[in-house]
């Protein structure tokens, strides 16, 4: 699958981020403001293995800061078991040169207010 078999048209992309505006309480993170070379960094720990390489998203919350937060972490593909495809989070305690990545901003605050129909 390449890359740009997951592209979606803006129009199913406003479906969809109405919809999920629609299931969370007012005031609630509904996007997630992420720097390229951050990115990029978590996708080099995964692009040297075979398989699809992918990074897992996981939703968090920082107390001290009262903010939810993205973690992101890469992930190796398991074709030991049988069924559909698993993929095995890559954490340092498994290996030391693994990392897991939380540079991420929540909308609100940091949103496209005036410009973005994904916004709402």
Not at 41 to 47: D, K, L, P, T, Y
Not at 91 to 110: A, E, G, Q, V, Y
């Amino acid at each position: 699958m390449s890359a740009n078999d997951d592209k979606i048209d803006e129009a199913t992309a406003i479906t969809w981020t109405t919809a999920y505006r629609g299931r969370v309480p007012a005031g609630s993170v509904k996007a997630f403001l992420i720097p390229v070379a951050d990115l990029l960094g978590a996708a080099s720990e995964v692009m040297n293995q075979g398989g699809q390489p992918m990074v897992r998203a996981y939703l968090g919350y920082d107390a001290s800061k009262n903010e939810d937060k993205l973690v992101i972490v890469g992930t190796t593909q398991d074709t030991s078991s049988p069924g559909p495809t698993v993929y095995n989070d890559m954490l340092p305690s498994t290996n030391p040169n693994n990392s897991i990545w939380d540079f991420t901003d929540p909308c609100p605050p940091r949103c496209d207010e005036a410009n973005s129909p994904l916004n709402g």
